[in-house]
């Protein structure tokens, strides 16, 4: 009975930043590897930044380098996606991916950048 749930998504400004989050359920996210992914209209879905387990080893695409990072925070079991400098080419779907024994996805936090 393992699910992840995303929040904190909305319109944001071009140049404005976002945290969005994913909180686990049914398993620890400090024990697996998570990742973020995004998928807007019409395109793929395409990884956005990922952390591993007890090393916290982050890797951030570089589409999205330098303005993006990911955290986690054990106490609320929960993954943050920082999202700053937003461009509208970001508006999508960001969705929470978790790889345990199998993989499992969130339904995701729609992130709208536009004036």
């Known amino acids: 009975q393992v699910q992840l749930v995303e929040s904190g998504g909305g319109v944001v400004q071009p140049g404005g930043s976002v945290r969005v989050s994913c909180v686990g359920s049914g398993f620890s996210v400090t024990a697996y590897p998570m990742s973020w992914f995004r998928q807007a209209p019409g395109k793929e879905r395409e990884l956005v930044a990922s952390?591993?387990?007890?090393?916290?080893?982050?890797t951030v695409s570089d589409f999205v380098k330098g303005r993006f990072t990911v955290s986690r925070d054990t106490d609320r079991n929960t993954v943050y996606l920082q999202m700053n400098n937003l461009k509208p080419e970001d508006t999508a779907v960001y969705l929470c991916?978790?790889?345990?024994?199998?993989?499992?996805w969130g339904q995701g936090t729609q992130v709208t950048v536009s004036p």
């Open positions: 991916k978790a790889h345990l024994w199998r993989e499992v």
């Open positions: 952390i591993t387990g007890a090393v916290n080893k982050i």
